[in-house]
C-alpha cells in the first residue's frame, strides 16, 4: 500500500473540509512515531524516563497507603516522597500538598466557597480573568451569579486596573489567574494581581499547570493563596494532579468525601504509581528548568523568525514575557483546522488555538479577549517544544509550513495530501 501512496493520493481531494478522508489519515499512519515530530508538549508532555521507572516500581507494591501494616508504609513512603519533592518544587510545606485525579479536579477543589485567613472573612465570590482555562471558567462550586470575570490587554495580560475596580468596595472575593496562558504563553503580572487581590480583602488561586516546570516560581513569591499543578504536563502519567495550600488556609471543603485520605481534603485511595510518577518527573523537571528554557527560548526564537517570513504574519503576545517554548501564530486568511491537518500529514503534531467541541471548531476564546476578531481567533495555530526538539525539527517544521502556507494562501487547487 505504500508503494502505491502516490497514486492513492492524486485521487483523493482533502484540502479545506474541515477533516480527513480514508486516504489522509493513511498518510498519516504510514509515518512511524519515530519519524514524527512532536511540537504540542503544551498539550501533553511524553512521559519521562524517570516517572515510567518510578511508577513500575510502585506497580509491582501491593500494599494500600492507608494500612499500617509494613506493604502499607512501603506504599505510603512513595506517596510522601513525592509530596516533598513538589512541595520543594513550589516552596511548599509537604502537608499542604493535595493529590488530585489531575488538573481539572485540582481546580475545581480550589474553587470552593467560604475559603478564608484566619484573620479574614471567608470568600463570598469569584473573579477570573477571561483567558482561564475552561475547568477555571466553569467557576468551580461558586454559583453562576457569584462569578465575575476581568477582561485582558492586546497582549493577553490581565488588566489590573479592571481587577481593583472589579474588587472594589464588594465583598471579598476568591481570584483565579493563571501563571501563564496555555494557548499564547503570556506569563500573567501574577505577583501584582496579589496585591491587588489581598489589600481588597480577597484570596488568590493560580492556576500553574502550564508554568509549571518551564519557568520557576514559588508560592510564597507569588504571594498566592493557592496554586494548582498537573502531572503530564511535566512528563509525568495524565490523570494526576495537586493542588497546593499556602499555610494558613481555612474552609477548604472537599469535593469527594469518604476516607480521611489527603488530610481529610480528598477522599479516596491514592493512586500510588501516578503520584510516583508525578514525583519522579518533578525532580527531573526541576534539575534541567533552567538550561531547558535556555536552549528552549532559542529554539522558539528561530522558529519565530522562520514563521515571520510568510507575509502577514502575527505572533500573538510577542511583546511580553512568555513562555521559552510557546508560539500561538497565524495568518490572515488561514483555518486553523486544516493547516494542523496539513501539519499533521507532514508528520507533525501541533494543534489549533481554537477550542473543539462535538467536532465544531470554536474561535479561541483567548484571542477573543484579546481582541481579535474571529478571522484571527479561528485560525491561529499552536506550536509548543519541549525537552527533546531539535533544530533539525525546527528546520522540518519551517519547511512544512513553507510548502503548506503555498497551498493554504494562494488559492491553490493542490490538494493537503498531494502537497505531501
Not at 503570556?186 to 492556576?207: C, F, K, R, T
Not at 499555610?247 to 480521611?260: A, S
Not at 519565530?304 to 508560539?327: H, K, W, Y
Given at each position: ?73 512501603q506504599a505510603r ?11 520543594g518544587a513550589v ?273 479561541s476564546h483567548v ?54
Amino acid at each position: 500500500m505504500i508503494a502505491n501512496w502516490d497514486k492513492v493520493a492524486r485521487d483523493s481531494r482533502v484540502a479545506g473540509r474541515g477533516g480527513y478522508s480514508k486516504v489522509a489519515a493513511f498518510k498519516v499512519l504510514s509515518y512511524s512515531m519515530a519519524d514524527r515530530v512532536y511540537l504540542d508538549w503544551n498539550a501533553t508532555a511524553p512521559l519521562r524516563r524517570e516517572a515510567r521507572e518510578a511508577m513500575t516500581a510502585a506497580m509491582d507494591l501491593s500494599g494500600n497507603p492507608s494500612s499500617v501494616h509494613a506493604e502499607g508504609r512501603q506504599a505510603r513512603r512513595l506517596v510522601e516522597d513525592a509530596r516533598v519533592a513538589i512541595a520543594g518544587a513550589v516552596g511548599a510545606l509537604p502537608r499542604n500538598v493535595i493529590f488530585t485525579s489531575g488538573g481539572t479536579e485540582a481546580n475545581a477543589l480550589a474553587l470552593t466557597p467560604g475559603l478564608r485567613r484566619a484573620s479574614g472573612l471567608p470568600v463570598q465570590r469569584l473573579v477570573v480573568s477571561a483567558i482561564e482555562h475552561a475547568s477555571v471558567l466553569a467557576g468551580g462550586r461558586f454559583p453562576t451569579e457569584a462569578i465575575s470575570t476581568v477582561g485582558v490587554t492586546r497582549s493577553g495580560l490581565l488588566d489590573l486596573e479592571r481587577l481593583r475596580v472589579t474588587l472594589d468596595g464588594m465583598p471579598p472575593a476568591l481570584v483565579s489567574v493563571m501563571l501563564a496562558n496555555n494557548e499564547t504563553g503570556a506569563v500573567q503580572p501574577v505577583v501584582a494581581a496579589a496585591e491587588v487581590v489581598h489589600s481588597a480583602g480577597g484570596l488568590l488561586h493560580v492556576d500553574a499547570i502550564q508554568a509549571f516546570g518551564k519557568i520557576p516560581f514559588n508560592i510564597s513569591a507569588l504571594n498566592a493563596d493557592m496554586v494548582t499543578l498537573s502531572a503530564h504536563k511535566v512528563g509525568g502519567p495524565k490523570a494526576t494532579g495537586a493542588l497546593v495550600l499556602a499555610e494558613g488556609l481555612l474552609g477548604l471543603e472537599p469535593l469527594l468525601r469518604g476516607g480521611g485520605q489527603e488530610r481529610g481534603h480528598r477522599a479516596g485511595t491514592e493512586n500510588v504509581a501516578g503520584i510516583a510518577g508525578f514525583g519522579a518527573a518533578v525532580a527531573a523537571a526541576m534539575d534541567a528548568l533552567q538550561r531547558d528554557a535556555i536552549r528552549l527560548e532559542g529554539l522558539r526564537n528561530h522558529l519565530e523568525s522562520g514563521l515571520r517570513q510568510t507575509p502577514d504574519a502575527i505572533v500573538f503576545s510577542e511583546d511580553v514575557t512568555r513562555l521559552p517554548n510557546t508560539t500561538l501564530f497565524t495568518v490572515p486568511g488561514l483555518r486553523a483546522e486544516t493547516a494542523v491537518i496539513g501539519f499533521d500529514l507532514a508528520g507533525i503534531a501541533v494543534s489549533s488555538g481554537s477550542a473543539c467541541s462535538s467536532g465544531k471548531v470554536q474561535p479561541s476564546h483567548v484571542l477573543e479577549a484579546m481582541g481579535f476578531g474571529p478571522e484571527l481567533a479561528q485560525g491561529a495555530v499552536r506550536l509548543s517544544l519541549g525537552w527533546s526538539t531539535s533544530d533539525a525539527d525546527i528546520d522540518r517544521c519551517l519547511e512544512a509550513w513553507r510548502k503548506l502556507s503555498g497551498t493554504l494562501l494562494k488559492g491553490s487547487d493542490e490538494t493537503l495530501v498531494e502537497r505531501f
